[in-house]
């Protein structure tokens, strides 16, 4: 009994570790695509709009700061890997809604 409740504790430690990197790398991303943002619509606009999670992207400029087509954001929203809400007929993504798959957007080079 005792020995499960080690491996137990251990596997818990292990997971808020985990969880400690995950916000660490999210952390890091946002101020990266905030960094994006500023280049894409001007630093004054991303000031005046306040934090990169209270702006909402366009598939354009999530696919132009992952590195990805605007076809495979729109096939991982369609797919619910990437939240999102549609004004009129335009897809608009909120970064703080973005779960862990888009820290995997970026292609390695």
Not at 37 to 58: N, Q, R, S, W
Not at 64 to 71: E, I, K, L, Y
Not at 73 to 101: E, F, L, S
């Amino acid at each position: 009994m005792g020995q499960q409740q080690s491996e137990s504790s251990k596997e818990f430690e292990r997971r808020i570790l985990k969880m400690q990197v995950k916000e660490e790398v999210i952390e890091e991303v946002e101020g990266i695509i905030s960094e994006k943002v500023k280049e894409l619509i001007g630093p004054a606009v991303a000031d005046t709009l306040g934090t990169i999670l209270d702006f909402p992207l366009t598939v354009k400029q999530l696919a132009s700061m992952t590195g990805r087509t605007q076809a495979n954001i729109y096939k991982m929203c369609q797919r619910g890997q990437i939240p999102y809400t549609k004004v009129g007929t335009q897809i608009h993504i909120n970064i703080k809604d973005v779960n862990d798959q888009l820290l995997c957007l970026k292609r390695r080079e």
